[in-house]
């Protein structure tokens, strides 16, 4: 049986089709060489492989800066996607325009990676509560930094595990960008959101995450801080989003209480995730207002941030690409279930 459910927070449809779960290959495991390694650039002792780091967590005192001893360090990307403005020119900058519908503009911004453990072959799930929250309260201090930089109009902080989510290196690690421009879906979610405050008075997600905590059918966790859940309309099997119960513009406003919640449910969440399905490829994407909206009052901005975790558990073929559709061959209710440990 299939169904067609819309995304509360964008309005995107997505086809849930529990049947297609018994095609041939639909979840394949992933295997992955995890064998140490001596010329990975994110190991401990290979740290003049990266650039100099901007922050470290866990040497004792005395030991050097980019060197080993660390439990975290961040340092700006090798190979970034965007670079800051006293950077070498990007390409782009001084290239002219030849016609007013080939708008462009110069890739300014900032990107760095925070590799959140030392051990090449451990995961998002290997991380306990106390350590989550040390990668999350470090996450939110990079983003303030960023959001300081003129160039930087929008904060994304995601996670790349493995070859289908998009990550060339194996060693765990998350990355933080500052882009100049606000991406289509941030702007979507946007004004969908800032429709129903019009209408409603009202914020959508808190009202949405309210509505599921009456419902409780997609529940996975739950705190005085932070609800878990399936989401109705899930694009991706097994996805996950996380809702902090403050109304809260950005991961740069969250309190490092909040943060210590939030590790709290999404730490056990994620290891019962890799329990079921051995190490998949996933994406974690923290999503946040605009910079330049950011400062407004919490109760009267729009946007209200949010987690989710995006297993890459089937790939898009051409129905998804050619359509903007998603079919979901999980049902959101049964993954909640089985992540409370409640499935047959």
């Known amino acids: 049986m299939s169904m067609l ?22 979840f394949p495991t992933q295997t992955r060489d995890r064998s140490p390694r001596t010329d990975c650039p994110f190991c401990p002792g290979n740290e003049n492989q990266t650039t100099p780091e901007v922050w470290a967590l866990g040497r004792a005192t005395g030991q050097a800066e980019n060197g080993p001893g660390w439990q975290m360090r961040a340092f700006p990307n090798m190979y970034p996607a965007l670079v800051p403005a006293d950077a070498v020119a990007p390409f ?56 300081q930089h003129p160039q930087v109009r929008y904060v994304s902080a995601f996670c790349n595990h493995g070859p289908e989510a998009g990550a060339t290196l194996a060693h765990p690690h998350m990355q933080i960008i500052g882009a100049p421009e606000v991406p289509l879906l941030a702007a979507c979610k946007a004004s969908r959101f800032a429709a129903y405050r019009q209408d409603r008075g009202q914020c959508l997600l808190c009202d949405l995450e309210a509505a599921e905590r009456a419902s ?12 878990a859940l399936a989401p109705w309309a899930s694009r991706f099997p097994w996805e996950l989003l996380f809702i902090p119960r403050r109304h809260g513009a950005s991961l740069a406003q969250a309190t490092t209480e909040e943060l210590q919640a939030l590790a709290a449910v999404l730490s056990p969440a994620l290891q019962r995730l890799f329990t079921f399905h051995e190490d998949p490829s996933l994406n974690i994407v923290i999503h946040s207002t605009t910079v330049d909206t950011a400062g407004q009052d919490e109760d009267g901005n729009n946007f209200h941030w949010h987690l989710e975790v995006l297993p890459r558990l089937s790939r898009p073929a051409g129905f998804e690409v050619g359509t903007g559709y998603t079919i979901n061959s999980a049902v959101p209710e049964d993954v909640a279930r089985w992540l409370r440990g409640e499935g047959d």
Not at 10 to 24: C, E, F, L, M, Y
Not at 125 to 146: E, N, V
Not at 216 to 227: C, E, H, L
């Open 216 to 227: 409780g059918n997609r529940i996975v966790a739950a705190n005085d801080r932070w609800t």
């Open 92 to 147: 782009g900058r001084d290239e002219g325009a030849d016609h007013e519908l080939f708008r462009q503009t110069a890739g300014l911004g900032r990107h760095e990676v925070v590799v959140y453990s030392p051990n090449h072959q451990d995961s998002p799930a290997a991380l306990g509560p106390d350590h989550m929250a040390a990668l999350l309260l470090i996450l939110r201090d990079r983003a303030q930094d960023f959001s």
């Open 5 to 26: 459910r819309q995304d509360p927070l964008t309005g995107r449809w997505v086809i849930i089709a529990a049947g297609r779960s018994a095609r041939p290959n639909e």
